[in-house]
């Protein structure tokens, strides 16, 4: 019964940690690894000379700027669950990583900065949760510092996400006066201990003498009204309405300080679900692909070239919805019917990558391929099924790029196209001209890209204003094409796998055309398969 894929998929918890930026994911991150024994010790966001660095935060660019840029996956296996946690980044130009990413999780840890409670990204991040209907552990996260009201964090998460918070713990202060927190399932309570050094002891219980070292007798009754009174005021933790996505288990905690970690990572092992059937197609009818199901299936949402930079590599992140998967094996992509033997996987284990031997559903394997796979390509034995398409978002903002040594304008074009071949910004090539385009949906994607193009490709480059403001990939017949294409020659570009595009200098020049050419589509993103 054991090593059956249904009994290995059921001990999976796979999970994005999601939020606005800075809220501490990544710490976060560093923090559960701790805890679920996969390190030995956490590295730091701003960790400076002989420091030790995050794990989740491995581009060069991340380090410097202390902030994610893509997202990562770490798997660990900890009380006889497997992990796969999800880091993603956190700032909106990146969110279309987030979004994919999100594709790939069961459950969703939403952190929450305490001072700051609900901020703008986390609502957006929230809303695409519900839509696909993951269940959210809320994290109320940085609590050694001066932190809002917790009943006034709690009614924010009531009132702004329509979502029923169900306290697992309640804090006794915050900043410099916090001490700790009461877990209201087993009436004990967790000591904070400020000396990051020592750690922190073990929970006592809460009507037994130990506590009184912990909190003087006012801080104690301030902790257990407010635990009495949230009790009162809140639903109890129902398992069912987190499962559909109602109601959000709350804990309390500084991720920095490695508090109230170990107690997310019991109540995602207690209580966020295995992986669930997936709805694909199959032949042109609608199917449901369960954990359990023999054939090996899953989807890639996300590309990254140059984990090895040295190698130039291209790494489809693929999340198995089914089977059990074992090296070597053969998948079929079902856009374009091509077979490949997947003789290197990668798993992506906290200290290290490893060749993953075989894996199963919920979890995620790293495909080294030269470009052939893409974002949102289905792999499975038979080739036969394809998951819902993923987002894909229009690029908002078009530049021209050149390389300041004109005898690496060849060398430019190859580093475009690897880049491009993660999906996440779009490369054109105009038919005139000999500059490049680029579109992006976010100004500091620029940013990282010039980032990347020095340490990935030795490339020095610059970004200017280009001529066009928008791009439109074209639908229609071969026929309706070539003749739009003639007349606009100025306009006219191809993608990294040739598609024709449109190029215009403004939103009026769209529209103005599109009405002219009712035969043909102007799409705003292009999609795939
Ligand atoms: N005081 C305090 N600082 C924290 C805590 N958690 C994280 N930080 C700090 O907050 C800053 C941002 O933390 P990150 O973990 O990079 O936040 P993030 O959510 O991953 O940020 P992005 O990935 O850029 O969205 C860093 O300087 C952390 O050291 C905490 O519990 N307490
Ligand atoms: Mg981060």
Known sequence: MSNTPAAEAARRRTFAIISHPDAGKTTLTE??????????????????????????????????????????????????????????????????????????????????????????????????????????????????????????????????????????????????????????????????????????????????????????????????????????????????????????????????????????????????????????????VETAVAPGDPEVSGFVFKVQANMDPNHRDRIAFFRLTSGKFTRGMKLKSQGTGKQMSVNAPIMFFASDRELAEEAFAGDVIGIPNHGVLRVGDSLSESGALRFAGLPNFAPEILRRVRVRDPLKAKHLKKALEGLAEEGVTQLFRPELGSDFVVGAVGQLQFEVMADRLGNEYALDVIFEASPFAEARWLGGTAAEIETFRSTHRTAMASDIDNSPVFLSKSAWETTYVAERYPNLSFQRTRERG
């Open 31 to 284: 923090n559960l690894l701790l805890a679920g024994g996969a390190i030995r010790a956490a590295g730091a966001v701003r960790a400076r000379g002989e420091n030790r660095r995050t794990r989740s935060d491995w581009m060069k660019i991340e380090r410097e700027r202390g902030i994610s840029v893509s997202a990562s996956v770490m798997t660990f296996d900890h009380a006889g669950l497997m992990f796969n946690l999800l880091d993603t980044p956190g700032h909106e130009d990146f969110s279309e990583d987030t979004y994919r990413t999100l594709t790939a999780a069961d459950a969703a840890v939403m952190v929450l900065d305490a001072a700051k409670g609900i901020e703008p990204q986390t609502l957006k991040l929230f809303e695409v949760c519900r839509l696909r209907d993951i269940p959210i552990v809320t994290f109320i996260n940085k609590m050694d510092r001066e932190a809002q009201d917790p009943f006034a964090l709690l009614d924010e998460i009531a009132t702004k996400l329509q979502l029923d918070p169900a306290p697992l713990y309640w804090p006794a202060g915050s900043g410099g006066r916090f001490k700790g927190m009461i877990d209201l399932r087993g009436q004990t309570f967790v000591p904070y201990n400020k000396n990051r050094e020592e750690g922190h002891d073990r929970p006592v219980p809460l009507n037994g003498n130990a506590v009184v070292s912990y909190l003087d007798p006012d801080e104690r009754e301030e902790a257990e009204e407010g635990a009495m009174l949230v009790q009162e005021a809140s639903k109890p933790f129902d398992h069912q309405a987190f499962l559909e996505g109602h109601m959000t288990p709350v804990i309390f905690g500084s991720a920095l300080r490695h508090f109230g970690v170990d107690e997310l990572l019991e109540v995602l092992g207690a209580y966020a679900p295995p992986p669930k059937a997936v709805k694909a197609e199959k032949a042109g």
